[in-house]
């Protein structure tokens, strides 16, 4: 079944939910392939520079990876389409005039708002609003 499309029915249904877990994103200049199994990233993305991954805390310090920052995940919803254009701004505009950073993955049903754990809480209250507007 296709993605919506229509940013305000989008809007209508963005559905939020924060991701019980805690991630670090780090880099590795090994294959995916061969740290998969070890790691069992939830995203990654390969870069001139490296690897990046996407693990999750627990993970990291089983494993002794150092992170710099802890981020938690707020998982939209609504199933967007890969073609539909407008979310991710009004979502990032909205959270900048909070001071909120965002690390965004799009997958091919959901989008993903990766924001710093302190602040989880109100990028979600802030987020949900968006969509109740």
């Known amino acids: 079944m296709p993605g919506q499309t229509d940013l305000k029915k989008i809007l209508e249904s963005i559905d939020p939910y924060l991701v019980d877990e805690s991630f670090i994103f780090m880099t590795t200049d090994q294959s995916l392939s061969s740290i998969s ?5 939830i995203a990654s993305f390969m ?16 494993n002794a990876i150092t992170y710099d920052s802890v981020f938690s995940c707020i998982s939209l919803g609504v199933h ?6 407008g979310l991710i701004s009004i979502i990032s505009r909205e959270l900048t005039q909070n001071n909120i ?15 710093q754990s302190g602040k ?4 979600l209250e802030i987020i949900s609003k968006i969509g109740s507007s």
Do not use: C, M, R, W
Request: no cysteine; hydrophobic share 35%.
């Open 37 to 41: 199994n070890t790691l069992n990233p």
């Open 80 to 85: 967007s389409s890969l073609e539909s254009y």
């Open 101 to 115: 950073s965002t690390n965004v993955f799009s997958g091919y049903y959901h989008d993903h708002i990766f924001v």
């Open 120 to 123: 989880a809480d109100k990028a």
């Open 47 to 62: 870069e001139n520079e490296g690897l990046s991954l996407v693990i999750t805390q627990a993970t990291a310090d089983k």
